[in-house]
């Protein structure tokens, strides 16, 4: 009988030993987790009418982006979306 990883209804059938520690609480390994997590992510994202938009800037710009959006007392992405909008509108 062969075992797929993503089984989640047959723990661990090949597994004899008792493994001290806490029992894990989800049967998938850690990489296909956060796979399974993303996507659920991605999916209310586009649920919420929500888009993607990535690019990289030089620590320096990071720096300050990050600090002036402590000081607003908001997220980095909500300052950010905050900005873009107040440019847009002008």
């Given at each position: 009988?062969?075992?797929?990883?993503?089984?989640?209804?047959?723990?661990?059938?090949?597994?004899?030993?008792?493994?001290p520690?806490?029992?894990?609480?989800?049967?998938?390994?850690?990489?296909?987790?956060?796979?399974?997590?993303?996507?659920?992510?991605?999916?209310?994202?586009?649920?919420?009418?929500?888009?993607?938009?990535?690019?990289?800037?030089?620590?320096?710009?990071?720096?300050?982006?990050?600090?002036a959006?402590?000081?607003?007392?908001?997220?980095?992405?909500?300052?950010?979306?905050?900005?873009?909008?107040?440019?847009?509108?002008?």
């Open positions: 009988m062969a075992k797929s990883s993503s089984d989640r209804t047959t723990p661990d059938l090949f597994a004899q030993e008792k493994r520690g806490r029992p894990r609480t989800n049967l998938l390994p850690r990489q296909e987790q956060l796979k399974f997590n993303k996507r659920n992510q991605v999916k209310r994202d586009r649920e919420k009418g929500l888009k993607r938009i990535e690019f990289k800037v030089p620590a320096e710009l990071y720096q300050q982006l990050s600090e959006a402590e000081q607003a007392h908001l997220t980095r992405s909500a300052y950010l979306e905050q900005v873009l909008t107040n440019v847009l509108i002008k």
